[in-house]
């Protein structure tokens, strides 16, 4: 099994080894033949391991392959942790990312770089697995690291558009500063627990016997950084603007790196240190509170864009927040089921949209679409299925999970969680409405599209629509393993999850939850069918009854405007910190770090003809002069430094 | 072994480099043009010779003092000088096309190499004063004359005249302390300073003391750059030839550091607060300026200098913590930063072209997968000074700012984290411009020629920096090893 | 005798100012030789007697010589004109001001005065007594420092430095 587990990271490395190092010669088929194959058996690979360890029967089991660094009291072992929690991340991440490399041939067959991109894809799905595999902060930080990067790099995939290389520098930049909260987090745990290993961490929590913290303690204060940390990568506010712009990147991207996997990583690592939020309620509200206001943050941008990978997008930032919520009410089993349904749909509504801006020869904008059913049947139905799960529609995947946290949000008894649970519900309503509207806008009502386009149009290749049927498959039934508490039926998922919690200080809490009356669960199921039903009534009356078009949305004025630009969140950040920032390396750092004197000599190869004595005379007059000076006046600064303070 | 032959074998790699310098210098004249390379194969025989020399007289057990008490011979000793002739050894495979490119002449070339590398080593493994100081200028004196390499190029000549007359005023300082802590304790070894220092606590209030040390300070901050004493780095980097700076900026900051290190913690072990307040001071100082500094330049050259600045700035932290995992963190970087900056500064000379052409970021468009073979490494480096995980940079990052945190330098380690997360903006900034900018003139990429020895050598760096990234502890326990001869 | 280390220490002084002052490079560099002797005297005042001698015969002989035959290589008739302005006067009399009195706080501020030197400890005999046992290694190794100047010298002075056999032409 430790030989076998191994192997699930290492064969996308050999894959990506092999293509990006000789991917240019080789002829495309065998590109995607060693990416898919590699991926193919991982997620194989990763089933065995699932059922071997299934039948094992254990909370966690720990493989150490090498000690990675040891100085002084400090050890860090190459180690991966298997636990169940563990295991539904690889299972989703290498079956949604195996799907998705066999829907990239076909979406990517017509494109320049096709080698580069599934080596690139390929490192990601590395990263990633070493991620959500690691034993310990510190290699969880290696594939956080990892995925960030090749995040950057497919972002900028089409790096010839200026408006992509500026989305991947805007992703990077924001994401540096979730990764300062991340390290400074990382360091705090070395530096409180003089280790860094999940499970010697949190049995060092419970032996020294750190209670809930009712006010701002030292797992307070970690859990905060580390949610800035998550606050980055899993794009919530402040720091979500960078994925809408993702999506300048290549659909397959986005599927799986901006919606299924990466940006969920955050509500992985928060769900991997339960052990410290759950003793940390201000730091717990953080988190419930960014992640509900998000969720309806996003989800009200949504409403008014024209370009339907921004409408996912944002739906993206938006699910990412009911994730957090969940989180913030303690019920972090919910935010991980969601976090798997929403890989399922949230991958197929991406796929889905990429079949349909290929069918439309790189259209995105959906006042150009309309009626495209006839054309797409296939991507139509599977992106309904989609549509419905993320809605929370019965029956599809979706609805369970959703309904899970909101179920949830109402009944612990944590500070603020009515709060979530209003913001929730209002969200679902929004999510609905933007939903069925994208829906609506795109295969339905007559079509805007000119005739002669028209005709081109055709669904695309069997190895993409097949993919669009599984994950469509996925939607629908995914839901099944977590029922809710009211059907009496046992929620798999969650008593699968179990051993997860074993470092938490009062399951008391989540299992309260058990003891309010199966009625009001009823209820809470009841209101939020009813609000998904609502909104998609209103986006069946305006957009399919009232053919209401996004060029008509704009008569709505002002808060059209204010929503379609965002709140313009992105000028005010431009305001207020990127312009001072290109002020201060403008006006100071050119002038006071770097005393720069070789523009002056750049410019004046003229010298040499001249000849030497005349360029060194210049030289000398003043610069050197003045580095002596600061040099003297630095001396000079340390031994007054010394007398004032050392000598009585 | 007799303590007469011991004398010798704790001197043997430098005897080595001394003889197989002198024999270039009288083979050289005597060579034609197209057998000059001649010279550079016989200096890295040499340096091969003085590393085996090294291995097999090794000192792991015992700290000997020889030559009338001017040598250690101690694994530390021993790290250290594996450690200069490793630099030696990939700066001459890198120079081996290089200098044939640039019409440069390789016989003076090797001969100043090996001088150089003789001043490091006696730096590193020095027990006295004097002896430190004369190591401090053999190796000075050579890189001036290497910085000005190119005879007929105005920048080269700057920058070797930058380097001289700073580097002259940073000795005189030096010197000027040393002579103050002389008049002290009327001696120059180590040991001896150390034991008059130890015998009355009244010493330590003393300023001649305390003016001597900060002397020193200054000194050595100027070899190592640290700021304020950076302020040539940038412009001596930029001006020189690629390889040359490629050597500066490791081979004196290793030796620098070398010697720092021996000098603080076997003369000044009992005044260590004074040093740390300063160098804590120092270090917040170096690193914001260094990678700030880099953010806005162009020339990648330049880039690096910055950049070198603000890592001599991070290894101060292992100073500062001032314990067994600082130390070998610091020991540990520097072979670390061995790899990545001189890996870096090799895959620029090869990409300049004749006449360092193309040295700015511009130049770099588009070239990322026309070249994957010197591209794919120069990323690594790049990534690895950028402290990204899975490479030797991170470890080396991580060891010191773990080590700086255990001793409680909480917010020391917070600009610290900070100023390496600024720095990875600049080092992708490169990578960017390589992998996803198209050439301004679309399919003008820069044509990039290179030899075999070349491409070995960055694949080597780029090997190594991912193994010591990979696998770390056994470099960790050398260091470790050495680091208790320092008496920690 | 005591007046003298007074009189010849103020002069040093004085010429070091003095070589700042002067614009012409001649001026300067005799300014330097008045510095120059005036610190030998100071050392052989001091015992130093083989010190002192080494000072006027290396620095005030030879080292002065070589400037002078620059100077004159170089610059003939005296055209370069030694550039200071204003602001760099007040930089740099601050900073020489700051270093003046950190000196004088830490001589005055020491508790350890220094100890009347026995003349025969700076004999001749003695110093190379100790040059050739203690400092033997340094001594020797030297000798590499001298040589890599040599080779810098040549490196830079020489005017065509080509392979052995075009030199050979040459000649």
């Known amino acids: 099994m430790k030989t076998l587990l191994i192997f699930i990271p290492i064969l996308p490395l050999i894959g990506f080894l092999l293509n990006g190092i000789f991917g240019r010669s080789f002829p495309k088929k065998l590109v995607h033949r060693i990416a898919i194959t590699t991926t193919g058996i991982s997620f194989l690979l990763a089933v065995i391991t699932f059922f071997k360890f299934l039948s094992l029967d254990v909370e966690s089991l720990v493989f150490n392959y090498f000690t990675w660094i040891k100085a002084g009291d400090f050890v860090a072992n190459f180690g991966f942790l298997l636990d169940p929690l563990s295991m539904v991340m690889v299972l989703v991440v290498t079956g949604v990312g195996f799907l998705i490399h066999v829907y990239s041939i076909g979406y990517m067959w017509n494109d320049i770089g096709y080698n580069r991109f599934f080596a690139y894809l390929n490192l990601f799905m590395f990263s990633m697995l070493i991620l959500v595999l690691a034993n310990n902060y510190l290699l969880l930080f290696v594939g956080w690291e990892g995925v960030g990067l090749c995040s950057y790099l497919l972002i900028g995939f089409y790096f010839h558009k200026k408006s992509a290389s500026d989305a991947g520098k805007k992703a990077f930049i924001v994401n540096r500063i979730g990764d300062f909260g991340f390290v400074v987090g990382l360091m705090l745990i070395f530096f409180t627990f003089r280790t860094i290993d999940f499970e010697k961490v949190f049995s060092e929590i419970v032996n020294r016997g750190y209670g809930v913290e009712a006010g701002w303690g030292v797992l307070t204060v970690i859990g905060v950084l580390l949610f800035i940390g998550a606050t980055g990568k899993s794009a919530q506010i402040p720091l979500y603007v960078w994925l809408p712009d993702a999506m300048e990147g290549p659909t397959p991207v986005s599927a799986l790196i901006h919606a299924a996997t990466m940006v969920t990583a955050g509500v992985y690592m928060i769900t991997r240190s339960n052990a410290i939020y759950s003793r940390a309620p201000h730091a717990l509200f953080i988190v419930g509170l960014i992640g509900s206001i998000t969720a309806l943050f996003a989800a009200t941008i949504g409403i008014f864009q024209r370009d339907i990978k921004r409408v996912l997008a944002y739906s993206t930032v938006s699910q990412l927040g009911y994730m957090f919520t969940a989180l913030g009410v303690l019920a972090f089993s919910a935010g991980i089921f969601h976090l798997m349904t929403h890989a399922f749909f949230k991958a197929l509504l991406f796929l889905g949209s990429g079949s349909v801006i290929l069918a439309l020869h790189h259209e995105q904008d959906m006042q150009n679409m309309g009626g495209l059913k006839k054309y797409l049947p296939i991507t139509c139905w599977t992106m309904w299925a989609a549509t419905l799960a993320i809605s929370g529609i019965p029956i599809f995947a979706g609805f369970f999970s959703k309904d899970e946290i909101l179920w949830r949000s109402y009944s612990t008894p944590v500070k603020g969680h009515m709060i979530f649970y209003i913001l929730g519900t209002v969200a679902a309503l929004i999510t609905a409405l933007y939903m069925f509207r994208l829906m609506f806008l795109t295969f339905h009502g007559k079509t805007r599209l000119p005739e002669d386009k028209l005709s081109h149009v055709h669904e695309s290749p069997k190895s993409m629509t097949g993919v669009l049927v599984v994950l469509a498959i996925l939607s629908t039934i995914g839901g099944f393993v977590g029922m809710p508490g009211w059907t009496k039926i046992p929620n798999i998922f969650e008593n699968f999850l179990e051993p997860v919690f074993k470092f938490m200080p009062h399951k008391g809490i989540v299992h309260a939850v058990e003891g309010h009356s199966a009625g009001n669960e009823l209820l809470v199921t009841l209101v939020s069918i009813l609000v998904a039903g609502i909104g998609a009534l209103i986006a069946y009356i305006i957009y399919l009854k009232k053919e209401v078009t996004p060029e008509k949305e704009e008569n709505l004025g002002l808060i059209y405007k204010l929503i379609f630009n965002k709140y313009y969140v992105d000028e005010i950040y431009n305001f207020l910190v990127v312009q001072p920032i290109k002020w201060f390396s403008t006006n100071v750092l050119w002038k006071i770090v770097d005393v720069s004197i070789i523009d002056g000599i750049v410019n004046g190869y003229a010298y040499l003809t001249e000849g030497l004595s005349v360029g060194v005379s210049k030289i000398q007059n003043g610069f050197i002069r003045s580095y002596v000076g600061w040099i003297a006046l630095g001396g000079i600064g340390i031994l007054y430094y010394i007398l004032i303070n050392f000598i009585k | ?488 | 005798m005591e007046i003298l280390i007074y009189i010849f220490a103020i002069l040093s002084v004085l010429f070091a100012i003095n070589m700042l002052i002067q614009k012409k490079m001649i001026n300067v560099a005799l300014s330097l030789l008045g510095c120059m002797v005036s610190i030998a005297v100071l050392f052989i005042y001091l015992y130093a007697t083989f010190v002192g001698m080494l000072q006027l015969i290396v620095y005030a002989g030879s080292v002065m010589v070589l400037f002078l035959i620059i100077i004159t290589l170089l610059d003939p008739f005296g055209k370069i004109k030694y550039t200071f302005t204003s602001r760099l006067w007040t930089f740099f009399v601050s900073i020489i001001g700051l270093i003046f009195g950190l000196l004088l706080y830490v001589i005055y501020g020491s508790e350890k005065k220094v100890e009347a030197i026995n003349s025969s400890h700076f004999s001749i005999k003695a110093l190379s007594d100790r040059l050739f046992t203690i400092y033997l290694l340094p001594f020797e190794v030297i000798s590499i420092l001298i040589l890599v100047g040599i080779i810098g010298s040549i490196y830079f002075g020489k005017k065509n430095l080509t392979d052995g056999d075009e030199d050979e032409n040459n000649a």
């Open chain 2, 1 to 488: 072994m007799s303590t007469k032959s011991l004398i010798y074998v704790s001197f043997l790699p430098e005897i080595i480099l001394g003889a197989f310098a002198l024999l270039i210098m009288c083979v050289d004249p005597f060579l034609k043009k197209r057998e000059k390379v001649f010279s550079t194969i016989i200096s890295i025989f040499a340096i091969v010779v003085a590393f085996i020399s090294n291995l097999l007289f090794l000192s792991r057990d015992a700290s000997l003092i020889t030559f009338n008490g001017m040598i250690y011979f101690d694994f530390y000793s021993n790290l250290l000088r594996g450690l200069f002739l490793l630099i030696g050894f990939l700066v001459s495979l890198f120079a081996f096309k290089y200098i044939e490119r640039e019409d440069l002449f390789p016989g003076e070339f090797s001969s100043l190499l090996l001088f150089a590398l003789i001043g490091m080593d006696l730096m590193a493994i020095s027990a006295n004063l004097i002896m430190t100081f004369i190591g401090l200028e053999i190796l000075s004196m050579s890189t001036y004359i290497l910085a000005g390499f190119k005879r007929k190029n105005l920048k080269s000549n700057e920058s070797a005249l930058k380097y001289f007359i700073l580097g002259g005023v940073s000795s005189a300082i030096l010197l000027y302390g040393i002579s103050f802590l002389y008049g002290f304790t009327g001696t120059l070894s180590y040991r001896g300073i150390a034991n008059v220092l130890s015998k009355g606590s009244g010493f330590i209030g003393s300023p001649l003391l305390f003016l001597g040390m900060g002397m020193i300070l200054v000194g050595f901050g100027f070899k190592i750059a640290l700021a304020p004493f950076h302020v040539w780095t940038p412009d001596v980097y930029e001006g020189a030839p690629t390889v040359v700076s490629g050597f500066m900026s490791v081979g004196p900051k290793a030796a620098g550091y070398a010697a720092l290190l021996r000098i603080v913690f076997q003369i000044f072990p009992f005044t260590l607060p004074l040093w740390r307040e300063l160098f804590v001071y120092s270090a917040i100082l170096t690193m914001l300026i260094g990678n700030l500094g880099a953010i806005i330049q162009k020339n990648v050259k330049r880039l690096l200098g910055y950049s070198s600045i603000a890592h001599a700035g991070y290894m101060l932290l292992g100073i500062i913590a001032a314990d067994v995992m600082g130390m070998s963190g610091i020991i540990f970087y520097l072979f670390a930063y061995l790899f990545m900056n001189l890996g870096a500064f090799g895959v620029i000379s090869i990409f300049e072209g004749k006449g360092e052409k193309f040295v700015t970021i511009d130049d770099y468009r588009g070239i990322g997968f026309k070249y994957p073979q010197l591209t794919f490494p120069l990323s690594i480096f790049l990534l690895s000074l950028a402290g990204i995980p899975l490479t030797a940079g991170f470890v080396g990052k991580f060891v010191l700012f773990g080590a700086a945190l255990m001793e409680n330098h909480m917010g020391l380690v917070l600009i610290a984290i900070l100023a390496s997360l600024i720095s990875v903006y600049y080092y992708l900034k490169v990578i960017v411009y390589m992998f996803m900018k198209s050439p301004i003139i679309e399919g003008e990429e820069i044509e990039v020629r290179y030899s075999g020895v070349a491409l070995f050598s960055v694949l080597v760096c780029a090997f190594f920096v991912l193994y010591l990234g990979l696998f770390p502890s056994y470099l960790l326990n050398l260091s470790k090893e050495a680091v208790v001869f320092l008496g920690i």
